[in-house]
């Protein structure tokens, strides 16, 4: 049970801008067969992806006028291809920018947390599927 505690808090934490990685911890509690894999891949994906909305929630309280060079070019982005740039949300340090700019832009938040959970698990789910293979190569 420490162990999907441990991820949970890896994962929630990786997903906000202090830094983390999240995918280490998956990789070791799968190498070592600490849990099924569908229980992680989870637990994994829940957690981040709480951290994630945390960042869309801050995004919120962002003034609504503020407007630089980087911002404007976030913007039109994000204006343009809408709550689905979320899928991207897993990249470090970008994806955090982008659950920011999604709650400053008052995004749709039921599209925002649809696309932001999407992206996180599929990564999530590579990541386990490529262990998997990688360790029953090895064996």
Not at 79 to 91: E, K, Q
Not at 101 to 109: E, T, V, Y
């Amino acid at each position: 049970m420490l162990s999907f505690s441990s991820l949970f808090t890896s994962s929630f934490l990786s997903a906000t801008l202090l830094p983390g990685s999240s995918e280490a911890v998956l990789v070791a509690l799968l190498i070592t067969g600490s849990g099924p894999v569908w229980a992680l891949i989870l637990i994994a994906t829940i957690g981040n992806s709480l951290g994630g909305i945390t960042n869309v929630i801050l995004g919120r309280f962002f003034p609504e006028r503020i407007q630089s060079r980087w911002q404007g070019k976030a913007k039109d982005w994000l204006t343009r291809f809408g709550p689905a740039t979320l899928l991207f949300s897993w990249v470090p340090l970008i994806g955090d920018l982008l659950c920011l700019l999604a709650g400053w832009l008052r995004l749709n938040i039921g599209s925002v947390v649809f696309f932001l959970c999407l992206g996180k698990a599929l990564r999530y789910i590579v990541v386990a599927m490529v262990t998997v293979q990688g360790a029953a190569w090895w064996h």
